[in-house]
């Protein structure tokens, strides 16, 4: 079975569906009062998201770097934060997307 990507106004879904129209009938059934955007038929039967584009570390240390500011700061964002630009000189940004990237995996 294909796998389609639905995209409305208000979400992205990303589901297997038989054809087009059951695709639309599937997002209509869950988001009636959502507008269709697009609908596209994947390629192959896998959806990707690149950890890249994200904002995931790459390297290893980064991660457990972030991890170990988390611990250090009781899990308090914004002191594991400030804990992480100073271990790894980075601007605020990047150490916030650091810090919050492993919060979400679960520091």
């Not at 639905?6 to 087009?20: C, L, P, S, V």
């Not at 770097?65 to 009781?74: E, F, I, V, Y």
Request: proline letters at 5%; aromatic letters at 8%; hydrophobic letters at 35%.
């Amino acid at each position: 079975m294909p796998l389609y990507e639905i995209e409305t106004n208000a979400h992205i879904m990303i589901g297997w569906a038989e054809n087009e129209e059951q695709a639309r009938s599937m997002a209509r059934e869950h988001y009636p009062d959502d507008d269709f955007v697009r609908i596209n038929r994947r390629p192959r039967d896998l959806w990707v998201i690149s950890k890249g584009l994200l904002g995931f570390p790459q390297n290893d240390a980064l991660c457990n770097t972030a991890r170990d500011c988390l611990s250090k700061a009781q899990g308090d964002k914004e002191d594991a934060i400030r804990l992480y630009m100073q271990e790894t000189g980075a601007d605020q940004p990047a150490a916030q997307r650091a810090i919050e990237t492993n919060m979400s995996l679960g520091w």
